[in-house]
């Protein structure tokens, strides 16, 4: 039945392994997810009606945008903004103003506090994770 599946065997020969060996698998599934985005700052969207697409593909830019500083700050209405490209994988992330009254949704209220914390600790884990979340609500 599983004839043409021969077991995986370790090298005949250790001590004279010498030359490369081929990798069994290949980049894509050796990159952890997050890995894939990048930052880019000379990314381009361009206006399409009422919403932004992607310069270079023409897909539809997704973006998210999120409290740093608690409401008892002066800096409270300084927000981060992210901005993206779920097929080229590319990201922007700056500085926007929004007024106090305007309520955000928060993406991660739904996780744990220490995944939480570890996403914001990286740029593109959090971009990875929002963009998870974006094609599940979209799906
Ligand atoms: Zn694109």
Redesign the pocket.
């Known amino acids: 039945m599983s004839s043409g599946m021969r077991p995986r065997r370790p090298a005949e020969h250790p001590s004279r392994s010498v030359g490369p060996q081929k990798a069994f698998r290949g980049p894509e599934e050796q990159r952890r997810p997050h890995d894939s985005w990048r930052k880019d700052a000379t990314w381009h969207t361009v206006a399409r009606d009422d919403r932004r697409v992607?310069?270079?593909?023409?897909?539809l830019v997704r973006s998210y945008q999120y409290r740093f500083h608690p409401p008892e700050s002066s800096m409270f209405e300084r927000c981060i903004a992210f901005a993206w490209?779920?097929?080229?994988r590319?990201y922007v992330s700056h500085l926007v103003h929004i007024p106090r009254e305007q309520v955000l949704v928060d993406a991660l209220a739904v996780l744990p506090s220490e995944q939480r914390a570890r996403l914001l600790r990286s740029e593109t884990r959090l971009v990875a994770y929002l963009d998870r979340q974006a094609r599940r609500g979209s799906a």
């Open positions: 992607c310069a270079a593909c023409g897909a490209c779920p097929v080229c590319v």
